[in-house]
């Protein structure tokens, strides 16, 4: 099964639940963050067309600061 990759970082062995559309890692509930603002393309070449159909649209915490960032730039 994935694991969670942030947990991982921190020691820690944790079943994924879900994955960062953007940059594809594994993660748990506790680090998994959903994105309910639209996703634009552009900086990443993520396959988030090919994964949004399925599954909601769960983001790293390091990609979701990444994303807002961009978004109210
Ligand atoms: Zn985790
Ligand atoms: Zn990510």
Redesign the pocket.
């Known amino acids: 099964m994935l694991k969670c990759y942030d947990c991982m970082e921190e020691g820690k062995d944790s079943e994924a639940v879900s994955i ?6 594994g ?1 748990c509930m506790d680090h998994s963050r959903r994105m309910d603002l639209p996703i634009r393309g552009g900086n990443y070449p993520a396959p988030s067309k090919m994964l949004e159909k399925e599954l909601p649209r769960i ?6 600061g ?1 994303t807002l960032v961009d978004a109210f730039d």
């Open positions: 960062c559309i953007v940059c594809g890692k993660l983001l790293c915490n390091y990609c979701i990444q």
